[in-house]
């Protein structure tokens, strides 16, 4: 049963109609006496509250119901009802537990998708069974520690729902794979899944990638062009760098994820779009919306799933499997016979700390490959081949770094990079450990020239 509680007999109307056609019981209150009365005789499975029931509009009464209804139903889902310029009372609302929020005038596909997401999580098992998370088609995902089979646990839980998820952890710990994996293993399989690297974009050209554009819509617009989203509909969009989002882009992002509808440059038109969002992220986007860099609303609609991938130096027992997974894959690429590790090989490639996590030991294995040309390869060629981050930083005449800020000693960092791989901007992305819209950045701040 769906509780309905909104003192807008309109209101409850409409979403009884809606809530039926689509098969669900509903009971409906008009204020939080008379919903307090079904909640303390029986559960219902979801409940769908506005935050105002006379003429305030502080949404305290809608706060202070929500608080009421999680002592007695603490697992019922409750998704809060509000208008667009009430959102931050809807984002207290989930910092007090509720499950969602949506604004009104709502879009029907857009709350039956939110409200069947809510319904399966809560029905979800907490533990998955051993069985199922093997189960789970891991795509290129290696490994057997601890913190990488709880991340399958999760992934094995939440990847048939629709729940937007945030991954999080630091570069290079694979979270595109992971990404990847919900999509593999969700009911939208056969449909899209499409990557967008949102640090790469520009903010004047975030609508025309993201919704698209008609011909003429602007200067440069010389024949029409499909969005994103667009080109995701029924399947996944990837998100990621989200933290890299500019605040105006948010506001934007915010309103396609809330009502699963766009506008295209040039056609007034509203679009809909039916998307599962997976968004990624190396920042701590807590932080920054401490900082109010990023949007707290937004913030709250991306994150319903949160998965932390952990570093590889807290899963250092899958170094030796992934080592052999990128080996063998060298030698396919490269018509190479098979490389084996001495034992001492494996101990070295297992204690190095791994900034750049499994970005790095691809790269350590690879180019050891590549520049011994040895078949067995031991510790000491590893260990040739090992960029140590610990060594103190030198500037290119060899002079310490000391005295320098982090901005002075990041440029001269980038231009030593530059000049050792020639200009070379994807080695000299991959040498730094960064993306390269991510060095493309830096550039910029920088203004570091590039000859083409």
């Known amino acids: 049963m769906i509780l309905i509680v909104d003192d807008d007999s309109a209101v409850r109307s409409s979403l009884s109609f809606m809530l039926k056609r689509a098969g669900y019981e509903v009971k409906t209150a008009p204020g939080p006496r008379e919903a307090m009365d079904i909640v303390r005789a029986e559960s219902p499975a979801l409940i769908l509250m506005d935050m105002n029931f006379t003429l305030s509009t502080t949404g305290e009464e809608g706060l202070t119901l929500l608080k009421q209804v999680k002592v007695f139903r603490p697992d019922v889902p409750v998704i809060l009802m509000t208008a667009w310029g009430s959102i931050q009372l809807a984002v207290q609302g989930m910092q007090a537990g509720a499950f969602d929020f949506i604004t009104k005038p709502w879009n029907n596909a857009a709350l039956l998708q939110r409200i069947e997401t809510a319904l399966e999580l ?62 593999i293993n969700s009911q939208r399989t056969r449909q899209p899944f499409v990557k967008v690297n949102l640090g790469g974009i520009s903010q004047s050209l975030f609508e025309s990638e993201m919704f698209g554009h008609k011909k003429g819509a602007f200067t440069d617009a010389s024949a029409d062009r499909i969005g994103r989203f667009e080109l995701a509909n029924k399947g996944t969009i990837f998100l990621d760098e989200i933290g890299d989002l500019d605040l105006s882009c948010q506001v934007k992002l915010l309103r396609v994820l809330q009502d699963q509808t766009f506008e295209v440059l040039g056609d007034s038109r509203p679009r809909k779009v039916d998307v599962r969002v997976v968004s990624a992220t190396n920042a701590d986007l807590r932080k920054m919306v401490s900082e109010r860099t990023f949007r707290e609303d937004l913030f709250y609609r991306i994150n319903l799933i949160t998965v932390k991938l952990p570093a590889l130096r807290e899963r250092r027992e899958d170094i030796p499997l992934l ?87 990041e440029r001269q960092t980038i231009l030593q990079a530059l000049e050792q791989h020639k200009g070379n901007l994807s080695q000299v992305a991959l040498a730094l450990g960064i993306s390269r819209a991510a060095l493309y950045r830096r550039l910029e701040k920088y203004k570091i020239a590039i000859s083409d």
């Not at 396919?332 to 070295?348: M, Q, Y």
């Open 323 to 409: 080592a052999r997974h990128f080996a063998d894959r060298q030698a396919a690429v490269n018509g190479l016979p098979r490389t084996e590790f001495s034992a001492d090989a494996l101990n070295f490639l297992s204690r190095l700390p791994y900034s750049g996590n499994i970005r790095e030991l691809k790269n350590l294995v690879e180019r050891t490959i590549l520049v011994s040309g040895k078949q067995t390869l031991d510790a000491s060629d590893f260990e040739s081949q090992y960029q140590r981050h610990d060594e103190p930083a030198k500037a290119a005449d060899g002079t310490s770094f000391a005295g320098m800020t982090l901005d002075e000693i």
């Open 122 to 183: 809560s029905a979800a098992p907490k533990e998955v069974p051993e069985e199922q998370a093997e189960g789970l088609n891991r795509s290129h995902i290696i490994g057997k520690s601890q913190g990488l089979m709880e991340v399958l646990h999760t992934v094995a839980r939440i990847a048939r729902t629709n729940a937007s998820v945030l991954i999080t952890g630091e570069s290079g710990t694979g979270k595109e794979l992971i990404a990847e994996a919900i999509h």
